[in-house]
């Protein structure tokens, strides 16, 4: 997996046919500086640009993120609240999977590198390149389930 600079993004994107536009090189950079553990869904995106000054459009940051989740740079992630959130994908060891509660959309981050290791056996094995290998488990935190329980 290819940790992305502006300069292999760029390279990678001239490959397909395109090009490195100020507006991706842009939320390239958002990704790079997020903390860890921070998601960002396309409209927490769109906010923090516009606080920047930045005018790109919901529908580039749409279009962007879509195409750099297809490229593998970023992770496309499935956290419970009814959109989609985006992470930067992280190399070995810095890979890691999501434990989300259903009811109150708490997310816990976990490493697990057999989870890792099957996904790259398994493409390996059909002839693919791994970009991602992701696992998202849904339950119910403790909390929630203390509130479930009749008094």
Request: proline share 4%; charged share 25%; with cysteine.
């Amino acid at each position: 997996m290819t940790v992305y600079t502006t300069t292999s993004l760029k390279a990678e994107l001239n490959d397909r046919g395109w090009r490195l536009t100020p507006q991706r090189e842009t939320i390239l950079h958002i990704f790079q500086d997020l903390p860890q553990g921070e998601h960002l869904s396309a409209e927490d995106l769109h906010h923090r640009l516009e606080q920047d000054g930045e005018g790109i459009s919901l529908s580039t940051i749409y279009r962007t993120l879509k195409l750099m989740a297809r490229m593998g740079i970023l992770r496309e992630l499935e956290l419970g609240e009814g959109h989609k959130h985006y992470e930067i994908n992280q190399p070995y060891p810095h890979h890691h999977h999501h434990l989300i509660c259903v009811r109150c959309n708490s997310t816990i981050e976990f490493k697990n590198d057999s989870i890792l290791k099957i996904g790259a056996k398994t493409a390996q094995k059909e002839g693919f390149h791994l970009l991602d290998c992701q696992m998202t488990i849904h339950a119910i935190c403790p909390q929630c389930q203390r509130s479930l329980v009749p008094v």
